[in-house]
């Protein structure tokens, strides 16, 4: 599976951006999506994770409630949507694909497929 993530800018705090993340190759469908982030200096770190159908979801603590990951399969695309951006949100954003959506899900050494990082840079 190949990965393409995008959508990401500069945004003031409070402000929305939309990332994408297209996917080509095996049936995308067959994998759970998921979003990570890494900011300067730090360690990349879990955003949320959907399921193969998109009926199930699960966020990190950081970003419940303002950001939503959703999919669409007839267009192999998984998205994340951010809502009340802040200023530490700011992190190149990576999307992945893994095989199962429950178990281990929030290291990134179980995620089997990388996208290249997309900028997210929110401004106080």
């Known amino acids: 599976v190949q990965l393409q993530a995008s959508g990401g800018g500069l945004v003031q705090a409070g402000g929305s951006l939309r990332l994408s993340c297209a996917a080509s190759?095996?049936?995308?469908?067959?994998?759970?999506g998921g979003w990570f982030r890494q900011a300067p200096g730090k360690e990349r770190e879990f955003v949320a994770i959907?399921?193969?159908?998109?009926?199930?979801?699960y966020y990190a603590d950081p970003v419940k409630g303002r950001f939503t990951i959703s999919r669409d399969n007839a267009k192999n695309t998984v998205y994340l949507q951010m809502n009340s951006l802040k200023p530490e949100d700011t992190a190149v954003y990576y999307c992945?694909?893994?095989?199962?959506?429950?178990?281990?899900?929030?290291?990134?050494?179980?995620?089997?497929?990388w996208g290249q990082g997309t900028q997210v840079t929110v401004s106080s």
């Open positions: 190759g095996r049936t995308f469908s067959s994998y759970a």
């Open positions: 992945a694909a893994r095989q199962f959506f429950s178990t281990s899900r929030v290291a990134p050494d179980n995620y089997n497929y």
């Open positions: 959907i399921n193969q159908i998109g009926g199930s979801t």
